[in-house]
């Protein structure tokens, strides 16, 4: 069993940036790949980026690679998302997983309840 929890959402102004965090319990944890996904208003969840378990891989969706990094401190049981030049369409409701190194949220097992990001002037 993993338990997942996000932390670090708000509101943004366009152009700022913003650092989410997973924080994770359970001894699987160390063992998995963690992915980041968003829903925005009225739209379906969406891969962000996914890291592997030791941090080696690292896979991006094109339209935040250049702008959003991700990382993880396995000794913290911690996944970061780190989001620069954010912009309106990256508001949206940010959830961590834990599972398979993959885009396919079937492919994760573990779900945070999600910390929202309003990008907004």
């Known amino acids: 069993q993993v338990q997942l929890v996000e932390s670090g959402g708000g509101l943004v102004q366009p152009g700022g940036s913003l650092t989410l965090s997973c924080e994770a319990s359970g001894r699987a944890f160390t063992d998995s790949a963690v992915g980041w996904f968003r829903q925005g208003p009225g739209k379906e969840r969406e891969f962000i980026a996914a890291?592997?378990?030791?941090?080696?891989?690292?896979y991006y969706r094109d339209s935040t690679k250049v702008r959003f990094t991700i990382s993880r401190d396995n000794t913290k049981n911690t996944v970061y998302l780190q989001m620069n030049t954010l912009k309106a369409e990256d508001t949206g409701k940010y959830y961590c997983?834990?599972?398979?190194?993959?885009?396919?949220?079937?492919?994760?097992?573990?779900w945070g309840p999600g910390t929202q990001v309003t990008v907004s002037s």
């Open positions: 997983a834990a599972g398979k190194f993959s885009s396919d949220p079937q492919r994760y097992d573990y």
């Open positions: 890291v592997s378990w030791n941090a080696v891989s690292k």
